[in-house]
């Protein structure tokens, strides 16, 4: 246990505990967040997928489902009844064919005289920054076709108000709305927050209808599994480097138990080189007087 000494050091349990919360963090927090996306994208997909093949339904029948828990979102529905005048409310920071809009609600009163909120599509702003004239939707009788749609929640901070000759809000919210329009709404069971209706194409004054969302899952699940590979992958390098720690304390103390002068068993022996022998300067003049006796040079 000597060895491990080492990992109660204040650097090595500081590490230790990064680690540990990192990888928690990827096991309860971070991968449930995408997976449970993936989970809720792929229901709404299913959703949408569902009420495109289905045939619409009149909407008294969702309504007589409020409590059953029974999902009413997305689903196709027709409504008998007319529009209320004087109900138009834009909703701000909308977009249409990229650049920037307004979503126009209106309350619409049904035959048995329950009124329901409907968003009548999107306009574009003038110059960025103001709406359009909006008309009045058409008087009288109208039979319309829509899609139940969720409401969206109040962002808090963002109060309504009233702009350019009309009362806007930033969110379409059945609450919010039944209280700038002092009317008595009826929400649609499309979840805890209540719902609305959402015209469809070419229907008694509709404009440009909101795009339906994009049918695929997105990258959740992709996300998701790379956060649990993370919580693997973290506790499994903090491993690695407690191991090259101990190998390198081992090679540490196998080199400080060695006696001064001893080679290491993997560096061989080095001898020591030869000097080169270098003829002094006085066998220089020897060596010459020999090769003139020899060859006769030198003489007279």
Not at 113 to 130: E, F, I, K, N
Not at 213 to 229: E, F, H
Not at 269 to 290: D, V
């Amino acid at each position: 246990m000597r060895r491990l000494a080492f990992l109660l050091r204040p650097s090595w349990l500081i590490l230790a505990v990064l680690v540990a919360a990192f990888a928690y963090l990827c096991f309860t927090v971070l991968a449930p967040w995408q997976l449970g996306k993936n989970t809720t994208t792929s229901h709404r997909n299913q959703l949408i997928a569902d009420s495109v093949k289905a045939e619409p339904v009149d909407v008294t029948a969702v309504l007589s489902e409020t409590g059953s828990g029974t999902p009413t979102e997305w689903r196709r529905v027709t409504a008998s009844g007319s529009y209320l005048p004087d109900s138009t409310v834009l909703v701000r920071l909308r977009h249409l064919d990229g650049a920037p809009g307004y979503a126009v609600l209106a309350t619409f009163r049904l035959d048995d005289g329950r009124v329901l909120l409907v968003d009548r599509g999107l306009v574009s702003a003038v110059d960025g920054t103001r709406p359009p004239p909006i008309p009045e939707p058409p008087a009288g009788p109208q039979r319309i076709e829509a899609r139940v749609r969720m409401s969206e929640g109040v962002t808090p901070g963002k109060d309504p108000s009233v702009q350019d000759g009309y009362r806007q809000v930033y969110s379409i919210d059945t609450t919010q709305e039944s209280a700038v329009l002092d009317q008595t709404l009826t929400s649609l069971p499309a979840g805890d927050r209540g719902g609305y209706l959402q015209l469809s194409e070419n229907q008694p004054g509709a404009f440009t209808p909101t795009p339906l969302p994009r049918l695929d899952a997105g990258p959740y699940l992709s996300y998701g599994l790379q956060w649990l590979a993370f919580g693997i992958m973290a506790p499994l390098g903090l491993g690695y480097f407690v191991y090259a720690e101990i190998r390198e304390r081992r090679k540490e103390k196998a080199a400080a138990a060695q006696p001064p002068g001893a080679t290491s068993p993997a560096e061989p022996a080095r001898s020591e080189p030869t000097p080169a022998t270098t003829p002094s300067p006085s066998a220089a003049p020897t060596t010459q007087a020999r090769l003139a006796d020899r060859y006769g040079r030198g003489r007279g």
